[in-house]
Every structure is written in C-alpha cells, then in structure tokens.
C-alpha cells in the first residue's frame, strides 16, 4: 500500500494509472455532519499492480481528473452512487464505471447486499469494520486506519473479477447499461411529490409528450414541470384559480385537459382498487423474482407497478429483458389471462 501525500508519490499514482489497461477499483471516506457538504477525507484506488491511499489533504487531486473521466478505463466500486456525488463535489467527474453493488442484484435475490457480504460470498474472507466509523480528518491517519482504507479496494478487485466472470456466464452483462448510465439522474419531479400523486403526475406527462411530439414542439411549451407539480400538490381549485386568472395564455388547453382527469386520481377514489392490483402484482413479482435469481427491485419498484395499474405502459419492466421474465406476465395477470393461488401453503401461478 502507497499512501499518496506527495508530489512524488503522485507521479508514481499517475504513471501505474496510465499503465493501466482495464479497470482500477475505486473507494471514498468522508465524514458528513449535519447541513454541511460531506467532507472527502480519502480516495483509495487499487490497479492490477498495487494499492494507493490518496490523502486529498496533502495533494491536489485534479492529476485523477484524465483517469476518471476517461471512457477506456472503468472504475469499480461498491454501491456507486454516494462515492461519485462526492467525487463529483470535489471537481472529479466519474464515466465509465460500474457499481458491483448493483449487478449483483441480477445475480442474486438479495437486494442492496452489504461489501462486507459481497466479499464474503465470492472470496470467503470476513472483512473486519473496526475502523469504519474513523474520524478520517485527523492527521496522522494511523496504519490501521490506513490498511482498512486501502483493503476495501484490494478485495473489491477479485469481487469485479468473479461478478463479472459470472455475469457473462449467464448473458446478463448488459442487463443494467441503462441503470449505469442513469445512475446519477433523479427524476426531480417524482422526488418532490408524494407516492399518491404519481398517478396524475404520469397521465399528465404523458399528455404533454403526446402532444408536444405532435406539435413538434418543446414540451415546457405546453406546461412546465413547475405547473404540473402544483397541480398535483394543489388540486383543483389551484386549476381553477389558474383559469380564471386574466393573464392565462398559453397554459389553459393543458389546465381543460388537467380538469378533466383530475378527480379520477384523487387518492380516495384510486385507493382500492389501486391497491388491490398492486398487491397482485408484488405477489407476481416476488414469484418472478425467486424463479429467475434476480433482486425484485431491479425488475420493478412499487411506483413502476402503480403506473402500469393506472395505464402507463412505458415501464421499464415492459422493455427488455425485463418484459420477458415478469413484464409478460404482468400484462396478463391484470388481463385475467393468468390466476395466482394457494398450493401447499405458498402463493403459486397458474398459467
């Protein structure tokens, strides 16, 4: 293990990384306090020929800058997100990388499996977490401090190794490309709008992508995020004031169309019968999910389940691979084409 605290342990980080033909596993420690932006302590990196410590205290890190943006190195680590936000925080932008975390969840039921388990399951080495919960922004960092730090990288290695040996085995390689890709995307809508309101909230959207590919035009044009958020957090009346307002333009075919359908989606009104299609196809889910070893939530999220109930069929498990083993089935369970019941004490399909 190199801790990188000088120039010149830099130079050596950067020629071992230029070297480097295929993938480095990457690591972060932080510390977060409260209403403060999480505080990077240190960025481990392991290459295929040693381990690096980089102390972001005592060096620049804008010399990783080429590495992590660089489209024919990939960068592994274990549950991706967090690490590439404050990377990211940090003026260090991340492509090509993959999240073990992640695939391992089309490799096994289990969802959000721990590093602590993924390690175990393909090394049988039981990693220690004695010092997981440091104060990473003391100096000196002590070499148990250090070797902890630097021996998530090293065994993530042979984790990527295996997971990805496996994956290719079963031809799920390519299964999550989209997920990558779209790890770091929020759907800013969705997360300011409580789970009852995504009913409406995808009827609307959905009218205004009809219309604006009709119209060839921009969809902002027709309502803007902000107007459809209100709506779903005001509700009629706020139409209704909109409507009468002398200076409502541009917006009052979308607030007539919005009118319309909007007591159809009060959560009173969809509850019941919402909730019983939701709980049929979690059932469905879960039996899918067992048949194939593959985590449910990769294949569908509850929101996913209550959009299809509600007609929205541009789901993701209607696409794919995802289709073939529930998406299918799905269809034809809300259709009536296929029956759950009881056998033996456990929930069975009948097709």
Not at 159 to 181: C, G, N, P, T
Not at 185 to 194: A, F, G, P, T, W
Request: proline fraction near 2%.
């Amino acid at each position: 293990m190199i801790l990188v605290n000088s120039e010149e342990t830099v130079q050596k980080l950067t020629k071992d990384l230029f070297g480097e033909q295929g993938f480095i596993t990457v690591d972060t420690e932080f510390i977060r306090e409260e209403n403060q932006m999480p505080l990077l302590c240190l960025v481990q990196i392991a290459t295929k020929s040693e381990n690096y410590v980089i102390d972001p205290v005592s060096v620049d890190l804008n010399f990783l800058k080429p590495f992590f943006v660089s489209e024919n190195l990939k960068k592994v680590f274990h549950c991706a997100r967090q690490d590439i936000e404050i990377l990211q925080n940090y003026g260090l932008e991340v492509n090509n990388f993959y999240d073990t975390q992640l695939y391992e969840m089309v490799l096994s039921y289990k969802e959000n499996i721990s590093y602590q388990s993924i390690v175990f399951h393909y090394t049988n080495k039981k990693l220690k977490k004695n010092y997981g919960m440091s104060d990473w922004s003391k100096r000196p960092l002590s070499k148990k401090q250090l070797a902890y730090a630097s021996e998530d990288v090293t065994y993530l290695r042979k984790v990527y190794q295996k997971q990805i040996a496996e994956l290719r085995r079963l031809h799920r390689e390519s299964w999550l490309d989209d997920e990558i890709s779209q790890l770091m995307e929020k759907n800013s809508l969705e997360d300011s709008l409580n789970e009852s309101s995504y009913p409406l909230l995808h009827k609307l959207l959905s009218w205004r992508d009809e219309k604006s590919k009709e119209r060839k035009i921009a969809p902002e044009i027709l309502a803007s995020d902000r107007l459809i958020k209100s709506i779903c957090k005001k509700g009629i009346e706020y139409i209704r004031n909109l409507k009468n307002s002398r200076n409502l333009v541009d917006n009052r075919e979308f607030l007539d169309y919005a009118e319309t359908i909007i007591e159809d989606f009060s959560p009173e009104k969809i509850q019941t019968d919402r909730n019983s299609s939701v709980d049929l196809l979690k059932t469905l889910l879960n039996i899918k999910s067992n048949q194939h070893n593959v985590a449910p939530i990769v294949i569908a999220s509850v929101k996913d389940l209550l959009r299809l109930v509600n007609g929205d069929q541009s789901v993701k498990f209607l696409r794919g691979w995802r289709r073939e083993i529930f998406g299918n089935s799905a269809l034809d369970l809300l259709e009536g084409k296929i029956k759950l019941g009881i056998k033996d004490g456990e929930v069975v399909l009948y097709e």
